[in-house]
């Protein structure tokens, strides 16, 4: 069982990321490889402010404000710059690696004998239970906070902008400061999600971003498909779905390693039952 | 939603297995790799010997298949199984599995000395649950050496590292103290991924280099084909300090034999499971190390080698 709760806890884990996605995709419909970067730099930020003796939760702003700022580079090269925003992304992701390795000073930095997150008040005796119950706390926070944002007249020019850019414009709206916000906003989330997992596996490495993406992206659509029916766009039940997107992604290779797949064919039974999870809504409705 | 919920019920009930009163051996790769595979067979060679063999223990055996949440995912799967013991291979489930559990014995394999990968607390002590085999990096003065010694005239070294590596990163720190001290001029250039490689060997290579130093990281052991067939074309022979390279095109090499290194760290676990105590284990040096070289290689750049050195396919 408490195999499970760590596979819904990876998944909270990443659920800030699925939601920075969720922005940057969803929204402004750019499928944003910075997030590769942005991931490590969270969770870089993390490990070096920790190691160095300051408190877990001094870190978190920081790296999210550091993945916003690769963001914001990302957004600028695409809106100022008119690069394409995929080669912007990856243009930033690259970059990113070299301001990774510099900031770490080394490839992998383990935690072993600091404070975590997840060590800084105690609701339970059991870590995992710690976990799980400060990691939904943070994402109970930042979901909220993203509804909230989403809402104010900022955030509906926000999510006009991804709707019809042109319109906007002619209704005296900065799409680009709209944009590079946004795209901002999506990798300080990221970041977040990256200052999580390197407390939760208890080590930043270099590596540790590469196809983070893929999990993103993943997790958006099985929420979307999940949980979206016709008509109904409402974006509490879309971040709602993002988030279970996330831990259903975490389940559905949790279940694949507990029945002892050969490892050879580990991504490929992965990959099948996401297509299982994700077609049977789908399946029924045409029946 | 509802066939969400049916399939979230699938996976509790399906996470219920029969008990066995065998011991539970965890072993955990981080990919799929030829040397790695090595270790592994070494280490459960050990365990058979021992008299530990699919009759009396069981395995769990998970590959993470270099994604990093997966190897996390894999070790917390092994760790719910209440293992008697986790072996890891190589360095980052090492480093996983000491944050995950103090009190599994963890037998590491193909991993630096804890120090080195900052395994050990302000006091300088491992972890007390750490056992298994390491390697620190004096071994790479010897190999690197071997080109002294085999190519009297050689002046320029020329190498690629992996910045994302640890082990890749420490290990050049240490060859270019080494060939400094032996008037060698070291000629560097770092690849982050083995789909780079060709184009940095080949920018190497037209820096005349004499000879090839390949380090032990992941980038070259993915690589060591097109490495080899570069240099080949030049004319430059490959030294490396895995003897698994010099069966993929290195000339010679010195250093830890990847079987032994396996075979150590299972020894050690098998001694534990006979005594059920970990009193008197500690994270130990690897023994084996032996010289050795490619003997289609050695022809073609016309080299000889004497009887310390063994020869290989």
């Avoid at chain 1, 850019?165 to 795209?183: H, Q, S």
């Avoid at chain 2, 790799?33 to 021992?50: H, I, S």
């Avoid at chain 2, 009190?103 to 120090?115: E, G, H, K, L, N």
């Avoid at chain 2, 034999?257 to 150590?264: E, L, P, S, T």
């Amino acid at each position: 069982m408490s195999f499970y709760l760590s596979a819904i806890i990876l998944g909270l884990g990443f659920a800030s990321l699925a939601m920075g996605i969720f922005i940057s995709m969803r929204i402004f419909n750019i499928p944003d490889i910075t997030t590769d970067g942005s991931f490590t730099l969270g969770g870089v930020v993390a490990a070096v402010l920790i190691s160095d003796g300051y408190t877990p939760l001094f870190a978190l702003p920081i790296a999210f404000f550091a993945g916003a700022a690769a963001g914001a580079i990302t957004g600028f090269i695409h809106t100022r710059l008119k690069v394409n925003a995929l080669l912007a992304g990856i243009l930033v992701m690259t970059a990113l690696y070299s301001i990774n390795l510099a900031i770490m000073g080394r490839s992998n930095l383990p935690l072993i004998n600091y404070p975590s997150i997840f060590s800084s008040s105690s609701f339970s005796d059991s870590l995992a239970i710690q976990q799980f119950i400060i990691l939904t706390l943070i994402i109970l926070v930042i979901f909220s906070a993203l509804i909230w944002l989403l809402k104010t007249d900022f955030g509906l020019a926000m999510r006009a902008t991804g709707n019809n850019e042109k319109m906007i414009r002619a209704l005296g709206v900065n799409t680009d400061a709209m944009k590079i916000f946004g795209i901002a906003l999506a990798n300080g989330l990221t970041a977040i999600s990256g200052y999580l997992i390197t407390q939760i596996q208890g080590f930043a490495d270099i590596n540790m971003g590469i196809g983070v993406v893929i999990i993103g992206l993943g997790s958006v659509m099985i929420g979307q498909i999940l949980f979206s029916r016709k008509g109904n766009e409402r974006l509490l039940i879309q971040l709602t779905g993002v988030i279970i997107g996330s831990i259903v992604f975490r389940m559905i290779l949790a279940f694949a390693l507990s029945i002892g797949i050969d490892a050879i064919y580990l991504k490929l039974v992965v990959a099948v039952f996401v297509l299982i999870v994700v077609s049977i809504p789908n399946l029924k409705s045409k029946a | 939603m509802k066939y969400l919920f049916y399939s979230f019920l699938l996976v509790f009930i399906s996470c219920t297995s029969p008990k066995s009163n065998k011991p539970i051996i965890g072993f955990i790769d981080q990919l799929q790799d030829e040397t790695l595979e090595k270790a592994k067979t070494g280490f459960f060679d050990a365990l058979k010997q021992n008299g530990f063999d699919s009759s009396s223990i069981e395995v769990i055996y998970r590959n993470a298949q270099n994604d990093q949440p997966t190897m996390l995912q894999s070790l917390d799967y092994i760790i719910s199984k209440n293992p008697t013991l986790i072996a890891t291979n190589p360095t980052l489930p090492t480093i996983s599995a000491v944050q995950k559990t103090k009190t599994i014995p963890i037998f590491m394999m193909v991993s630096p000395r804890p120090d080195l990968a900052k395994l050990t607390d302000a006091a300088g002590k491992s972890p007390a649950n750490l056992f298994g085999t390491y390697e620190t990096l004096d071994y790479l003065d010897t190999a690197l050496l071997l080109i002294k010694n085999v190519l009297p005239n050689a002046k320029k070294v020329g190498t690629i590292y992996n910045q994302s590596e640890p082990q890749s990163v420490d290990a050049l720190a240490r060859i270019e103290k080494t060939c400094t001290d032996a008037g060698l001029v070291l000629i560097k250039m770092p690849v982050n991924n083995s789909s780079e490689t060709q184009l940095v060997v080949a920018s190497l290579l037209s820096e005349n280099i004499d000879a090839f130093f390949a380090l032990p990281d992941n980038t070259v052991f993915s690589s060591m084909e097109i490495i080899v067939k570069s240099c080949d074309d030049k004319n430059v022979p490959v030294f490396t300090s895995e003897e698994g390279l010099v069966s993929r095109g290195a000339v010679a090499a010195f250093g830890a034999d990847m079987y032994q290194w396996g075979f150590q760290s299972g020894t050690q676990a098998a001694s534990f499971l006979k005594s059920k105590s970990t009193s008197g284990l500690a994270p130990e040096i690897v023994t084996v190390r032996r010289r050795v070289y490619n003997q289609m290689k050695a022809e073609q750049f016309g080299l000889a080698f004497d009887s310390t050195f063994t020869s290989v396919k």
